[in-house]
């Protein structure tokens, strides 16, 4: 299982930058990533995610993941208030908020809470992020 985890991750990662990488606007990237993240998830059975989510070696390939993907947020959002794009913004901490919201997502209790598939749970997440990075208001 671990192997099968591994390469699934290497390969949905892979397929997630070849879809941001030539966008420049960090608005539309930041969108494409978490709904791509969102697609790429969708792949996985339910039994794979709940075997993953287990306390055992593939929850720690999952854990890193699951690092690796809001560290990439927290870039894209860096990049973006260096471009004046977004509000100055603490990346580190939308970074894990968007990291704690994947895991709700994932673990299920987010969907079961809100009635959304996975697909729209990710969308919505890109929306809120998005909103709280270019609202101007305080």
């Not at 699934?8 to 990533?33: C, H, L, M, N, Q």
């Not at 998830?41 to 999952?62: G, N, Y």
Request: proline residues 1%; glycine residues 8%.
């Amino acid at each position: 299982m671990t192997t099968a985890l591994k390469h699934f991750f290497k390969t949905a990662a892979a397929r997630i930058e070849d879809r941001v990488e030539t966008i420049s606007d960090p608005t539309d990237r930041i969108g494409t990533y978490l709904a791509s993240v969102g697609d790429e998830m969708r792949k996985m059975s339910q039994t794979c995610h709940l075997d993953m989510v287990s306390p055992d070696a593939t929850f720690e390939i999952w854990a890193l993941n699951a690092r690796a993907s809001a560290q990439r947020v927290r870039e894209f959002i860096r990049d973006g208030v260096a471009a004046g794009r977004f509000r100055g913004m603490h990346a580190e901490f939308v970074g894990e908020s968007v990291s704690l919201l994947v895991d709700g997502i994932q673990h299920g209790e987010l969907l079961e809470r809100t009635g959304l598939s996975s697909g729209e749970a990710y969308s919505e997440l890109g929306e809120l992020v998005l909103a709280a990075l270019t609202n101007t208001t305080r």
